[in-house]
């Protein structure tokens, strides 16, 4: 089995998915292919492209009684679940679908660095 890949990097996962409607496959597949579809059957992939989602960076998470919640005030520290240095979630739409570092952008502005994907978020139908 010398042929086997050595690092994560290179190995690749698959996920079968229920067979779909053969017009919506034709559909992505021009997408994919740059193509387009303008025959009014109301499957263009270009309309998928504004579709607003729900984006977040969880940098941990935390338990308290409403007694405690209502004694914050500015300057009090709410400590998380989550050290320094973890991998922060992201989750999309209230499902997990990758973890990544935090990293320091120019100026005063921080970002994600994806480090993994989560493979559990595609459904298995």
Do not use: C, F
């Not at 387009?36 to 270009?46: F, S, V, W």
């Not at 309309?47 to 977040?56: E, K």
């Not at 922060?88 to 320091?104: C, F, M, P, S, T």
Request: proline share 5%.
């Amino acid at each position: 089995m010398a042929d086997e890949p050595d690092t994560p990097e290179e190995k690749t996962e698959t996920t079968e998915l229920p067979e779909a409607d053969p017009e919506i496959q034709e559909t992505v597949m021009d997408a994919m292919m740059g193509t387009r579809r303008d025959d009014g059957a109301g499957y263009n992939i270009d309309s998928m492209l504004n579709v607003g989602l729900n984006v977040q960076i969880v940098l941990g998470q935390t338990r308290m009684p409403i007694s405690q919640l209502l004694k914050l005030s500015r300057g009090s520290v709410i400590e998380l679940d989550k050290k320094i240095g973890e991998p922060v979630d992201i989750v999309i739409n209230d499902r997990l679908v990758a973890r990544g570092d935090l990293v320091k952008l120019d100026e005063d502005r921080i970002g994600v660095s994806l480090i993994e994907i989560v493979k559990d978020y595609v459904s298995e139908k």
